[in-house]
């Protein structure tokens, strides 16, 4: 895994190499920005993540996960900040964002 100096710079670089889906949180899935796709825990894999810790406040921490699917032939980002666990979401998506491949 590469070391960036800001989130900016793993997206840019994460675009650059096919990660151009963006992803959202749902309660048991992720979903492509435009709502055309939808991956559930079996149907993605982590592939990278990289933490970002804000210099004062901890409300700024936040992964960049760097997600792919074999099943859809895709490749996407999504970003959320620490403590995804605090998310309203199912449990094998939470075990899922929590032991990446």
């Given at each position: 895994?590469?070391?960036?100096?800001?989130?900016?710079?793993?997206?840019?670089?994460?675009?650059s190499?096919?990660?151009?889906?963006?992803?959202?949180?749902?309660?048991?899935?992720?979903?492509?920005?435009d709502?055309?796709?939808?991956?559930?825990?079996?149907?993605?894999?982590?592939?990278?993540l990289?933490?970002f810790?804000?210099?004062?406040?901890?409300?700024?921490?936040?992964?960049?996960?760097?997600?792919?699917?074999?099943?859809?032939?895709?490749?996407?980002?999504?970003?959320?900040?620490?403590?995804?666990?605090?998310?309203?979401?199912?449990e094998?998506?939470?075990?899922?964002l929590?032991?990446?491949g």
């Amino acid at each position: 895994m590469k070391d960036y100096r800001t989130m900016v710079d793993a997206l840019n670089d994460l675009k650059s190499r096919g990660f151009t889906l963006d992803f959202n949180l749902a309660k048991d899935a992720l979903h492509s920005s435009d709502k055309t796709i939808t991956l559930h825990p079996d149907d993605f894999e982590i592939a990278e993540l990289y933490r970002f810790e804000g210099p004062s406040d901890p409300a700024d921490n936040s992964i960049v996960y760097a997600i792919k699917s074999d099943k859809y032939n895709i490749k996407g980002t999504f970003i959320d900040a620490y403590g995804v666990y605090s998310d309203d979401i199912s449990e094998d998506l939470l075990k899922k964002l929590n032991t990446p491949g």
